[in-house]
């Protein structure tokens, strides 16, 4: 009987059926399962057949239904053991699967897909366009030395015609296979082949070789090598059970150009994987995390942290999910937190009890009573910028060290004589708060800090989930919690989505990462239509790479090379004249959702940008008789109902069909939240920027179909995508 292997790229296809066909799917798979190798290309119904046009003689398609068609990989070792690449409309998977080949690395080991067709042709171009250049960007490298690290021979041919890094970016993955690609990518950086060799190749663990230097591996015992990718068929309800568990395995799911930074031996400092939403660095956060336990000590424990509750208690679950029941035990030696709720503990630990967190409402009070006795020309948000962005970013404690500090990302001069009435005002906050046993989150983070740097580390490794929005303060509790050495600090995080003013230089913080700090450009989780209009959100603003403030070296970051290779729906985008006519088209859409493409209430989320509009949400879709759940109550995977939430609290999470509501000029940008050009114009743009990134993140959260509305007059952030 044949042996059947799904791939995730076949997953992937397979959850975005309408549930129709996927029970047709499921009923064709265990068909071709109870046949045997003969019976199946004798079969009429399978109607298994090697495509004339196929670049790899290894392809196969079967009939799904009359419409849909599956692309097998055949095994090419005498074995029985079939690959399902895909699943498809005919002529989708028909011209797919005519121009992809598969094959074993000569390095790894493990299974390699390219477009060889798209590479022929870039080889033809670069080829031409290279011809005039008197350097090449792998010229100091022989061909040896590339075989010698899984290059072949046509990606070979790409490499020794590339001149600039930028060529090289436009073969990236799916294009040219990913291990590969990763081996080029480093050694255009300038790492040397031995470093190369030492973080991509050995982890993998297959350097057998026969005497002409070629691994003997097959292309179906590289689909072996390669089980994080692949989950084999054992029996009739196992497709059921990926449906049934709703993409659960997959969110946790490693993909090949992911799997050398989660399971890299050992990293020498503090490393960083960043990326843009949806390239998977929560995942490799996960399986990082899975490492460390598995590879540490009975005493070592590890902290998991991220910027929300709602965020940490997805993690955990992912965490417990990817850990499994055979190794629960160890999840007893690992911590999942914010940061700011680990600071508390620290102080309630040290004292006995923690201040109260301070409200927004408290904070303005405090600062209007602390200015009482000063006639200063700021406004109360001034103030709290001033304390959050210098005082506690640079960890002053003395008027002299304010006086001397270099007030970075602050547009506004303050002179000798203002810093000194600065600093009074601020220390009457302080102490105002102090005495009615409240603070606020970073003045928490900020005295966490100094305790836990005179009490020593608690952790032997630290991995931090959305890095990008944590404060210098928040960055000081973590650097305290664990010793500086191997595999101290782990770093994941995307600066295109840092929507709290949070700049940061981590060197300056202890925290080098410059040498261990790589980006994923692969976005595994949205369609390419909705990352190509969510990115266009940004209206080509320059961003801070993540950890790196404005006045370390100006490097901004880029989301060059950032792609999907998922297609679907272009977002629907309507505006309506009432709120009331935005409410009623927004439940005609969850309900062709449900209805139409058979997506269930809980991987559906409607996102708002304040919770006035989030409570008027649930409260129109139960009144509709759709169940309606609000993210910040912390619903577990199995409860029912589309998830509600505003857009901040949306941060971290992913669901295969999202609308964004109330997108209106009065609430985005939000004017509260922006500072005038004339108070100062370096915040102001920070500001504007967190706004833009604000709606990027909403946006981004959406896997298959994207709803955008506003009520009223639209907000100018929509101007960049619709003119």
Known sequence: MPRLALSDDFVTDLIALQRPVQKEVNDAIQRFRELTVPQLH????????????????????????????????????????????????????????????????????????????????????????????????????????????GIDDQVLRLARVCVTPEDLAVMAPPMMPADQYEVLWFLAQGESAEDVWDQLIAPRGQTVRTAEGRPTVTVAEAVLNTPDHMVEVTGPDELQRILTEDLARWRVFLHPAQRRYAYHPCFFGPAQVT???????????????????????PDDRVLLTTFTNAMAAALRDSLALLIGDADAHLLD??????????????????????????????????????????????????????????????????????????????????????????????????????????????????????????????????????????????WRVLRACVAAGPDDLFLVGDPHQRI????????????????????????????????????????????????????????????????????????????????????RALVAQVRAWMEQDGVSSSEIAVCARFNTLVDAVIARLRREGIAAVAVKDDPGPHTPGVRVATMHAMKG???????????????????????????????????????????????????????????????????????
């Open 42 to 149: 004798a079969s009429k119904g399978m109607h298994l057949e090697k495509l004339e046009r196929a670049r790899d003689p290894l392809i196969r398609t079967i009939r799904i239904t009359k419409f849909y068609r599956g692309v097998l990989l055949a095994p090419d070792d005498g074995s029985e053991r079939f690959t399902l690449l895909r699943v498809a409309p005919h002529d989708e998977a028909i011209n797919w699967a005519c121009r992809r080949v598969y094959s074993a690395n000569n390095a790894t080991g493990g299974l390699e897909v390219r477009n060889v067709d798209a590479l022929e042709q870039m080889e033809t171009y670069f080829e031409t366009k290279a011809a005039t250049e008197p350097a090449r960007l792998l010229a100091d490298h022989s061909d040896t030395v590339l075989r010698d690290l």
């Open 275 to 297: 990326g843009g939403p949806g390239t998977g660095k929560t995942v490799v956060a996960l399986h990082r995390v899975r490492h460390l336990l598995r590879e540490g000590g």
């Open 333 to 474: 030696r690992v911590d999942v937190t914010t940061v700011d709720a680990l600071a508390a503990r620290v102080i309630r630990e040290a004292r006995g009890s923690s201040p109260k967190p301070l409200t927004a409402a408290g904070e303005k009070s405090a600062w209007t009573r602390a200015m009482a006795r000063e006639d200063l020309p700021w406004s109360e948000k001034f103030l709290s910028q001033e304390l959050r962005n210098v005082v506690l970013a640079q960890g002053l404690r003395t008027p002299e060290e304010y006086l001397r500090c270099v007030r970075r990302g602050r547009g506004t001069q303050v002179g000798r004589v203002q810093r000194a009435r600065l600093w009074r005002v601020m220390e009457r906050f302080t102490a105002d708060l102090a005495a009615r046993d409240t603070a606020t989150y970073t003045q928490l983070c900020d005295q966490a800090a100094q305790l836990l740097a005179r009490s020593g580390p608690r952790y032997r490794h630290v991995v931090v989930d959305e890095a990008q929005d944590l404060h210098p303060a928040q």
């Open 500 to 583: 709290y003013d949070s700049r940061v230089s981590l060197a300056s913080l202890g925290i080098p990462v410059r040498g261990r700090s790589t980006r994923l450009r692969l976005n595994y989780r949205s369609t390419e239509e909705i990352l190509r209009w969510s990115s266009s959100l940004l209206d080509g603003r320059v961003v801070s790479r993540l950890g790196e403030d404005d006045d370390e070296d100006g490097r901004p970051d880029s989301l060059r090379g950032y792609r999907s290779e998922l297609h679907g729906r272009s977002p629907a985008v309507f505006g309506h004249g009432t709120q009331e006519d935005e409410l």
């Open 653 to 723: 999470l992913e669901f295969r069909c999202v609308a964004v509501v109330g997108v209106t000029a009065s609430v985005l940008p939000f004017a509260p939240q922006v500072t005038p050009a004339d108070v100062d114009p370096i915040q102001h743009e920070t500001d504007l920027l967190a706004e833009h990134c604000l709606l990027f993140v909403a946006c981004t959260r959406a896997r298959d179909a994207l709803a955008v509305s506003w009520h009223g007059e639209r907000s100018p952030l929509l101007d960049s995508v619709l003119g």
